[in-house]
């Protein structure tokens, strides 16, 4: 069974920063693209980040030159360096990963979600 779990939310003040950390379990073949969303209060869920099995990255304006996502493909494990961070970053952060693995006899692609871990920026 895949599971994706976050962890390193918290709460901090606004300028701090923080890193999140996504551990991908299970029996898989590879992991394609990962990727980070959020959700803020009252808020649809916006795509943060995304890196590609090649390393391309792409960031949501909001937080281009803030954060950075980045994969330790030798720990099946990918992270969201958090810096200068303000009140508007506060939401609960999901991770994301398009995994290819064998169900049964066939080889197929689908894409799994962790549960979600909150940060908090205030003062």
């Known amino acids: 069974q895949v599971q994706l779990v976050e962890s390193g939310g918290g709460l901090v003040q606004p300028g701090e920063s923080l890193r999140l950390s996504c551990e991908v379990s299970?029996?898989?073949?590879?992991?394609?693209?990962m990727g980070w969303y959020r959700q803020a209060p009252g808020k649809e869920r916006e795509s943060v980040a995304r890196?590609?099995?090649?390393?391309?990255?792409a960031y949501v304006d909001s937080v281009e030159g803030r954060f950075t996502i980045s994969r330790d493909s030798a720990k099946n494990t990918f992270y969201l360096q958090m810096n200068t961070l303000k009140a508007e970053d506060t939401a609960v952060y999901y991770c994301?990963?398009?995994?290819?693995?064998?169900?049964?006899?066939?080889?197929?692609?689908?894409?799994?979600w962790g549960k979600g871990t909150l940060v908090t920026v205030s003062s």
């Open positions: 890196i590609t099995r090649n390393g391309d990255t």
């Open positions: 299970g029996s898989i073949l590879k992991i394609n693209a």
């Open positions: 994301t990963a398009d995994i290819r693995l064998y169900i049964g006899r066939s080889i197929i692609d689908r894409s799994y």
